[in-house]
Antibody, heavy 122, light 109 residues
């Protein structure tokens, strides 16, 4: 069955860096675009970043552009998010999620991980 | 990248139908048929309920249906059940990014 498992969440200080990982299994990872979506405590969902199936196209929300970098390793079935210059407002549960259709950039996400909590606090 | 507009809350009695609206602009909802709806229960990951406006993933009840008119998308839940209680979010492609709605709390009375 399809599984997405995030890891790397931690408590960090403002201005520092953190790297998240998402391990995928149960589907042909290299054929699907994947996204990071976050949810601040008690708040709604916020789209963060997307990477195309082959890694050639990357898109970012304005709130993280220039600070976060999305990447993937299709040989390892893994999605990554490098987060630099972290701010208090980046505190959230970060989910990875896959596109419904292969080779698609629709934003229709049919499988989500359980999330990993990033807390930015001094 | 302004969030799509959803009502904060919608309620209904068991067996009734409710509709949640999701209003965007001609740059997102109005311009693409890539609108999806997600259900989220407390402490859980979101679950896809409809996608590409009106398609349902395998395993999702046909009580859930999506539609769109102009810049507004809608999710209708018919035959409301206790387990339908939770938060619902819409999402749309918006050019080279994606935008979610603020979320709607559905309460089954």
């Amino acid at each position: 069955q399809v599984q997405l498992v995030e890891s790397g969440g931690d408590v960090v200080q403002p201005g520092t860096s953190l790297s998240l990982s998402c391990a995928a299994s149960g589907f042909t990872f290299r054929s699907y675009g994947t996204h990071w979506v976050r949810q601040a405590p008690g708040k709604g969902l916020e789209w963060v970043a997307m990477i195309s199936f082959d890694g050639t196209n990357k898109y970012y929300a304005d709130s993280v552009k220039g600070r976060f970098t999305i990447s993937r390793d299709n040989s390892k079935n893994r999605l990554y998010m490098q987060m630099n210059s972290l701010r208090v407002e980046d505190t959230a549960v970060y989910y990875c999620a896959k596109e419904v259709r292969p080779y698609s950039n629709s934003g229709n996400l049919d499988y989500w991980g359980q999330g990993t909590l990033v807390t930015v606090s001094s | 990248q302004s969030a799509l507009t959803q009502p904060a809350s919608v309620s209904g009695s068991p067996g009734q139908s409710i509709t949640i609206s999701c209003t965007g602009t001609s740059s997102d909802v109005g311009n693409y048929n890539f609108v999806s709806w997600y259900q989220q229960h407390p402490g859980k990951a979101p679950k896809l309920m409809t996608y590409e406006v009106n398609k349902r993933p395998s395993g999702v009840s046909n009580r859930f249906s999506g539609s769109k008119s102009g810049n507004t998308a809608s999710l209708t839940i018919s035959g409301l059940q206790a387990d339908d209680e939770g938060y619902y979010y819409c999402c749309s492609l918006a050019g080279s990014n994606w935008v979610f709605g603020g979320g709607t709390k559905v309460t089954v009375l």
